[in-house]
């Protein structure tokens, strides 16, 4: 594996559908929290939960955003601790792209980008026995 900073725009340019995506469910978001502090119900984002009765494995994500936006660090890792830590995470790797103008780049092998899948797919089991653990 090496590991290397490089340089790149200060501000990524993500794709127009991600972008799409992203805005759409923040617009949803606000909306419902909106309606929610008029006294109407809570709006329920979540088509798995919907359906199955069961959350999803990123189910509590529109809560781990609403407990960052009140500065409720330790509530948003209790609720989603992988979606949690992904949005921090994220949003460093953001800021020291926009303040330097350069980002991390990892050069795997094929061997190296199979045990990082794995661990990956592990983590996000690990994440869905504890949200429906929690939130069930």
């Known amino acids: 594996?090496?590991?290397?900073?490089?340089?790149?725009?200060?501000?990524?340019?993500?794709?127009?559908?991600?972008?799409?995506?992203?805005?759409?469910?923040l617009l949803l978001v606000a909306g419902g929290a909106f309606l929610e502090h008029r006294g109407h119900a809570s709006l329920e984002t979540c088509l798995f939960h919907r359906l199955s009765g069961h959350p999803c494995p990123t189910c509590g994500s529109t809560r781990v955003v609403l407990a960052f936006a009140r500065g409720d660090w330790g509530g948003a890792l209790r609720l989603?601790?992988?979606?949690?830590?992904?949005?921090?995470?994220?949003?460093?790797?953001?800021?020291?792209?926009?303040?330097?103008?350069?980002?991390?780049?990892?050069?795997?092998?094929?061997?190296?980008?199979?045990?990082l899948l794995a661990a990956g797919v592990t983590l996000l089991l690990a994440n869905w026995i504890w949200v429906l653990q929690t939130q069930s």
């Open 1 to 25: 594996m090496k590991v290397r900073w490089a340089s790149a725009p200060r501000l990524p340019r993500p794709p127009l559908w991600a972008a799409a995506l992203v805005g759409s469910w």
């Open 80 to 115: 989603n601790p992988l979606v949690a830590l992904g949005l921090g995470l994220g949003a460093l790797w953001l800021l020291l792209r926009a303040v330097s103008g350069r980002t991390l780049r990892l050069d795997l092998s094929l061997r190296e980008r199979g045990a």
